[in-house]
């Protein structure tokens, strides 16, 4: 089946961290540029972090600036979103996306669903003490 796969997620304290990792599924992932999004239930869908397919840039929401950091390995195929300092208000299902180099057309990358190929089952994040 072609799609993201994301994991990592998990209950982690106030100001702990976690590393999410996404990875292709049925399709060459260095031709695919990389979008974190999280979500709630019954809520809106909202873009945390994009990377470019080759890595070389990268956006961030404001909140997360500064905390968050996403990355990739396209040998092995896999994107990583380091989550530090987090807070309650991280709490969500994380997912990520992929948006093929010919609609990657914005620099730095869009952390928008438009453009999107691929979607993925979502892992969740839980801050809590």
């Known amino acids: 089946q072609t799609q993201t796969v994301a994991s990592g997620g998990g209950l982690v304290r106030p100001g702990g961290s976690l590393r999410l990792s996404c990875v292709a599924s049925?399709?060459?992932?260095?031709?695919?540029?990389i979008v974190w999004f999280r979500q709630a239930p019954a809520k809106e869908r909202e873009g945390v972090s994009c990377i470019s397919f080759n890595g070389m840039n990268t956006n961030y929401a404001d909140p997360v600036k500064g905390r968050f950091t996403i990355s990739r390995d396209n040998a092995k195929k896999m994107v990583y979103l380091q989550m530090n300092n987090l807070t309650p208000e991280n709490s969500d299902s994380y997912f990520c996306?992929?948006?093929?180099?010919?609609?990657?057309?914005?620099?730095?990358?869009?952390?928008?669903?438009?453009?999107?190929?691929?979607w993925g089952s979502g892992t969740l994040v839980t801050v809590s003490v």
């Open positions: 996306a992929a948006r093929p180099i010919y609609r990657a057309l914005k620099v730095p990358c869009e952390m928008t669903p438009g453009g999107v190929d691929y």
């Open positions: 049925g399709f060459i992932l260095k031709d695919y540029e």
